[in-house]
């Protein structure tokens, strides 16, 4: 399993991005993927995720109404669309994929096996 984030960049605050997740080696709607981010000094934190199976999604509380995580199987990638950018979301992004994550730790790191390499997006107030 390998998956490939990209997307990231600098953007002014109030301005989007979109991240993607490239997966190889699965296809997206076998594995329950995950976005997660970890700005300097603090803990890498749980942003979204969708399920493998009904692809029921999560969103942390801070980025509700924000962010939208989607798959395309055509292009076997898990998006993030992010809009409403704040100076708070900047951080390094990361796509993590386990093939089964119990509900109450899908935000959870530790419950995802697989990640990709991480990209930084940095939001200028």
């Known amino acids: 399993v390998q998956l490939q984030a990209s997307g990231g960049g600098l953007v002014q605050a109030g301005g989007s991005l979109s991240l993607s997740c490239a997966a190889s080696g699965i296809t997206v709607d076998s594995y329950d993927i995950a976005w997660f981010r970890q700005a300097p000094g603090k803990e890498r934190e749980g942003v979204s995720c969708?399920?493998?199976?009904?692809?029921?999604?999560y969103y942390a509380d801070p980025v509700k109404g924000r962010f939208t995580i989607s798959r395309d199987r055509a292009k076997k990638s898990v998006d993030l669309q992010m809009n409403s950018l704040k100076p708070e979301d900047t951080a390094i992004y990361y796509c993590a994929a386990s093939e089964s994550v119990i509900y109450s730790a899908r935000a959870t790191p530790n419950a995802y096996g697989y990640w990709g390499q991480g990209t930084l997006v940095t939001v200028s107030s």
């Open positions: 969708v399920s493998r199976r009904g692809g029921s999604t």
